[in-house]
């Protein structure tokens, strides 16, 4: 006699729904990009509701803080009336060439230091010391030395970008997988190969990241460089409201620079979305 | 005459902060024929994959002397291919161009490089997965693209260190009889570093056993089963002989291993 399958004469069991448990382990689960955005909105909303508060309630004086409302109106103001534009672009020119002659060198520079030992051994050293030193605190000098002109708030962009990269990008190439770079040699590449195909590929992706975040430091060396000596730009219009005790006007600038930033920060995200989607894969 | 030729090569590696340095390997004497698919069988840590990365040139030792084909070997190059134990795939590159990274490096032609890559893809049974990232690949999947990027560059020698260490046990053996069937075909010379007995005589005509570190050779045994093989001579009589032989051999070492 043959053994019978298992329950075969059984009817087959319906599938059972489960009660929606509340998930017991929170952390580091990822939340959907709805959400993100919603949460990511939600605290604007708590943060200007809060400032709203505050000077509605009259417990801080219209003149040291103004209300949200006041300054979206000064900022409208700004832009309408008092060509702010034309403030905005220098200051976005300034980060800008600013930190691209720093990344022009650094990025070769952090390159050869990554790769080559004996390079990295004669400059990093140097490059710590200099990356302490505040770029603000060199702008008497810098005014001594290239003057008042557009060359002091390159400089100053220039000093806070440069080291800070530099030391990045050495980090980031001189981590590059050792067996990768092992394979390629098995491979038959030399050393040129090796770093245009493995050390430069592999790195660029937190390259890219580390310019992205370099860049956001460039914008809080360039407001401290139009502080001193500037007859244009985001900076000087907060140093010369200041003069006119315009609160509104400060804020709607710090503001401004906010939105700048989160916009290339965006930009910057995507582009390295699209340069690079193999990193993205896990 | 061999093609490769270990003469007396051993490796001491210097000792850090102070203290002494460590003797991987002993003066290690072995010969590689054309054609030869030769496992190097030890217990972990017993100096085997530093005889391995001698012979590729990623370390240079401290006596002795690797031949290949009568010349001395300097520093890595493309006569000899590797597969790591770890997925060395360029995770930026698909997986033609990762096949075809060393046929570009040696300024072939973009269509004759394409012609390669696609032979071998289909010899690892990879087709369809030309454009995939490695990241989009199984760990199977990854050796297997590894051995066929090694193959493309069509190397005098083939070295491979525990390529299939990482892997499940199933797809373990299907690795096995897929790179015995390249080797069956092809007739490459292949080194193969092993800890797993039953891979050591499954793939070769010869197994270099190991003692354990400082490591020396200390049993050179042949493994005369008729070719082509199938998975079901793991159960024959001549292999299980083969087995019971090297496992006390292992055992010993491994032994010595585990009181140091």
Redesign the interface.
Known sequence: MQAAPLHADEPAAAPVAVPADKPRMKLLVPVSPRRRVWLGVAFFAVFIAFWWAITASGWVPPHFLASPWKTLQSGYDLFATQNFIRDVGMTVWRVVGGFLIAAVIAVPLGIAMGAYKPVEAFFEPFVSFARYLPASAFIPLLILWVGIGEAQKLSVIFLGCFFQLTLMIAMIVAGT?R??V????????KDR?VIR??LL??A?PEIAEALRQVLGLGWTYVIVAELIGASSGIGHMITDSQALMATENIIAGIVVIGLVGLCSDLLFKKANQRM?P??L?? | MSRLSIRQVGKTFPGNRGKAPTQALQPVSLDVADNDFITVLGPSGCGKSTLLRLV???ETPSTGQILLDGEPIH????D???V?Q?Y?L????TVQKNIC??LR??GMPAAQQKEISERFIAQVGLRGFEDH?P??LSGGMQQRVAIA??LA?DPKILLLDEPFGALDNQTRVLMQELLLGIWESARKTVLFVTHDIDEAIFMANRVAVFSARPGRIKADVAVDLPHPRHYTIKTSPEFMGLKARLTEEIRAESIAAAAH
Not at chain 1, 182 to 189: F, I
């Open positions: 997988r067996d990768l092992e394979a390629a040699y098995t491979l038959g590449a190969g195909r493995v590929p592999g660029a690079f193999w990193s894969l896990r | 590729a040139g990623l520093g890595p190059g493309a000899r291919g590797v790591f770890s060395t360029f995770p930026w590159l990274f060393g490096e040696k990232f990241k989009q990027r090694a560059n």
